[in-house]
T-cell receptor, first 114, second 116 residues
Framework: NAGVTQTPKFQVLKTGQSMTLQCAQD?????MYWYRQDPGMGLRLIYYSASEGTTDKGEVPNGYNVSRLNKREFSLRLESAAPSQTSVYFC?????????????FGAGTRLSVL | AQKITQTQPGMFVQEKEAVTLDCTYDTSDQSYGLFWYKQPSSGEMIFLIY????DEQNATEGRYSLNFQKARKSANLVISASQLGDSAMYFCAMRLNAGNNRKLIWGLGTSLAVNP
C-alpha cells in the first residue's frame, strides 16, 4: 500500500517560476490537506479539501492555489514562486466523519525558491 | 483560542529509559481528539497515538502511551524503554470535532535525543 504519494521530492525554482506539487492517496479518504513546515513554526495549513469537489483556505493560503482533481488527487500550485515559499510541503489525507480521522502524511517535498 | 503548547524544545534520554514529552492544549470545546506524530530526520510525519476527549482510559500503542489529564488539559506522550531510533521531533496536535472541520492545530514540537 503506497498511502500518500507526493511528487516531486525535491525542487529548485527561480523567483517567478510556477510549479505544481502533486499528491495522491490510495486509502479512499474523503479529506486531503496541504501543509508547509518551516523551522520554528511547526506545520501550517495552506489549503484543505473536506471532500471531493470542495476546497477551503487554511492559515497561509496566499500565493497558492489547489485543485481536488478527484477523490484520490489533490494538487498545490505556485503561480509565481517567491523566496518566502521556500519550505517543506506535506500532503496529508484522512477520513472525515465519526471516528479518529487520523491524518496520514506523504514524504514531503523540499522546495527552494532562489 | 484553540492552541497547543509544547514547552520542551529539546529533551535528552538515556537508551532503555522512559521519557515524557509534555503537551498542553487550550479549547472550550467538549469534543476533540489529540494526536502525537513523530518526525525522524528523514522528514516523514508518522502517526503514533490518538486520544479522544471522551475516552475514559489513556491510549496505549506498544511503547507509546498518552497520559491524558482532561482537567489539566494535558496530553503528555510517554515513551517507555527508549531506543536509538526514537530520536526525532515529536509533535502534539488537536482536532476539534464540531462541524465538518477536520483541521489539526499543531504544537511547535519537541526534539528528542536518545543517548546510547
Amino acid at each position: 500500500n503506497a498511502g500518500v504519494t507526493q511528487t516531486p521530492k525535491f525542487q529548485v525554482l527561480k523567483t517567478g517560476q510556477s510549479m505544481t506539487l502533486q499528491c495522491a492517496q490510495d486509502m479512499n479518504h474523503n479529506s486531503m490537506y496541504w501543509y508547509r513546515q518551516d523551522p520554528g513554526m511547526g506545520l501550517r495549513l495552506i489549503y484543505y479539501s473536506a471532500s471531493e469537489g470542495t476546497t477551503d483556505k487554511g492559515e497561509v493560503p496566499n500565493g497558492y492555489n489547489v485543485s481536488r482533481l478527484n477523490k484520490r488527487e489533490f494538487s498545490l500550485r505556485l503561480e509565481s514562486a517567491a523566496p518566502s515559499q521556500t519550505s517543506v510541503y506535506f500532503c496529508a489525507s484522512s477520513f472525515s466523519g465519526r471516528g479518529k480521522n487520523i491524518q496520514y502524511f506523504g514524504a514531503g517535498t523540499r522546495l527552494s525558491v532562489l | 483560542a484553540q492552541k497547543i503548547t509544547q514547552t520542551q524544545p529539546g529533551m535528552f534520554v538515556q537508551e532503555k529509559e522512559a521519557v515524557t514529552l509534555d503537551c498542553t492544549y487550550d479549547t472550550s470545546d467538549q469534543s476533540y481528539g489529540l494526536f502525537w506524530y513523530k518526525q525522524p530526520s528523514s522528514g516523514e510525519m508518522i502517526f503514533l497515538i490518538y486520544q479522544g476527549s471522551y475516552d475514559e482510559q489513556n491510549a496505549t500503542e506498544g511503547r507509546y502511551s498518552l497520559n491524558f489529564q482532561k482537567a489539566r488539559k494535558s496530553a503528555n506522550l510517554v515513551i517507555s524503554a527508549s531506543q536509538l531510533g526514537d530520536s526525532a521531533m515529536y509533535f502534539c496536535a488537536m482536532r476539534l470535532n464540531a462541524g465538518n472541520n477536520r483541521k489539526l492545530i499543531w504544537g511547535l514540537g519537541t526534539s528528542l535525543a536518545v543517548n546510547p
